[in-house]
C-alpha cells in the first residue's frame, strides 16, 4: 500500500463509509422478493467479479493467499461470510429492517467477550456488566419468548448473525496482517458463493428479473465489495472493539435509510431495545483498559 493511500490518514473514515454501506445493505432484504440464499449467492458472486475485476486492472493486486494456512483461513472466513448473511437477510424478511439490524448489532458484545481468547486480553469486569446490559436491550426487541413470533424469529436470527460476524471480524483482524484486504475480501466472497451453489440448486423458484439483477449488482459491487474491503483494510489500524462501536451505527443507518425508502417506522420498544444495546456496546469498548 502506498505511504499516500488515505487509508493511512484516516482509517475510520474507512470504516463510517464501510457501515454506512452496510446499513444500506439491510433494505435489500426488502427490496429483493428472493430467499436468503439467492440473495447472498449473488451478492457474493457480484463482489467477487467486482474485486476480481478491481484488483487486475486498477491496483495490479496479487490475488495470492500468503501462504497455505491463510488459505484456510479464507475458506472458514467465507464459510462464516455465507452462514453471517443467511442469518441478516432471514432475520430481515421474517421481521423488519429495524429488529433485524438491532438484533445483529449484539455482535460487539460477542467482540469484547471474544477478543481477549483471540488475543490473549485482559477481559474486563466493565465488559461482563455491559453484555448484561445487551441482553436486557435485547430482550426489550423480543415481543415473547417463542419462536411462533415473527419478530422473535427474526431477534434470533439476528443475533446469530452477529455472533457469526464477530468471529468473521476478530477472524480478519488476524489474517489482515498476512493477507492483502482486497485478496481477503475476494476469497471470501468467491468462496461464500461456492458454499451457497449447491443449496441454490435445491431451491425451487423462478429466475432473478431485470430488477433483481440491477439490485444484486448494487448490493454485490458497493454494500460488498467496496464496503468490505475498507473495513477489512481498517483492521489493520485498529482494533476490531474501535470497528465494533462505529459498527454499532449500522442500525442507525438503516433504520434511517428503511423509514425514508420503505416507510417503515419502527416501535418505541424496538428503539428502546436498539438504545441499550448500543450504549452498552460504546460502554464496554471505549472504557480505558484497567
Not at 86 to 109: D, E, K, R, Y
Amino acid at each position: 500500500m502506498k505511504p499516500g493511500n488515505p487509508l493511512h490518514r484516516s482509517p475510520a473514515a474507512s470504516v463510517h463509509l464501510a457501515v454506512l454501506l452496510f446499513g444500506f445493505s439491510g433494505l435489500f432484504g426488502k427490496l429483493l422478493a428472493l430467499s436468503p440464499i439467492l440473495i447472498v449467492l449473488g451478492r457474493t458472486a457480484f463482489a467477487a467479479l467486482s474485486l476480481l475485476l478491481f484488483a487486475q486492472v486498477f491496483t495490479r493486486t496479487r490475488l495470492l493467499p500468503s501462504s497455505r494456512r491463510e488459505g484456510v483461513f479464507l475458506v472458514l472466513q467465507g464459510l462464516l461470510l455465507a452462514v453471517h448473511w443467511l442469518f441478516f437477510f432471514h432475520s430481515i424478511q421474517v421481521s423488519t429492517v429495524a429488529v433485524g439490524l438491532i438484533s445483529f448489532s449484539t455482535f460487539p458484545m460477542f467482540t469484547t467477550l471474544m477478543e481477549p481468547v483471540f488475543f490473549k486480553e485482559r477481559l474486563r469486569v466493565k465488559d461482563m456488566v455491559a453484555s448484561l446490559l445487551v441482553l436486557a436491550g435485547t430482550y426489550l426487541v423480543i415481543p415473547s419468548l417463542t419462536l411462533a413470533n415473527d419478530i422473535t424469529r427474526g431477534a434470533a436470527a439476528g443475533i446469530l448473525a452477529g455472533l457469526t460476524f464477530a468471529l468473521l471480524t476478530l477472524l480478519n483482524r488476524r489474517n489482515v496482517v498476512h493477507t492483502n484486504a482486497i485478496c481477503a475480501a475476494f476469497y471470501q466472497n468467491s468462496f461464500a458463493c461456492l458454499f451457497l451453489v449447491l443449496p441454490a440448486l435445491w431451491i425451487r423458484s423462478t429466475g432473478p428479473t431485470p430488477r433483481d439483477i440491477l439490485l444484486l449488482s448494487i448490493l454485490g459491487i458497493f454494500c460488498t465489495g467496496l464496503a468490505h474491503t475498507l473495513f477489512i483494510r481498517s483492521l489493520g489500524y485498529i482494533r476490531a472493539r474501535t470497528a465494533s462501536i462505529v459498527t454499532g451505527l449500522e442500525p442507525v443507518w438503516g433504520i434511517v435509510f428503511a423509514f425514508f425508502i420503505l416507510k417503515e417506522v419502527p416501535g418505541i420498544q424496538t428503539l428502546a431495545g436498539g438504545i441499550v444495546i448500543l450504549g452498552a456496546s460504546i460502554m464496554a469498548q471505549t472504557t480505558p483498559q484497567a
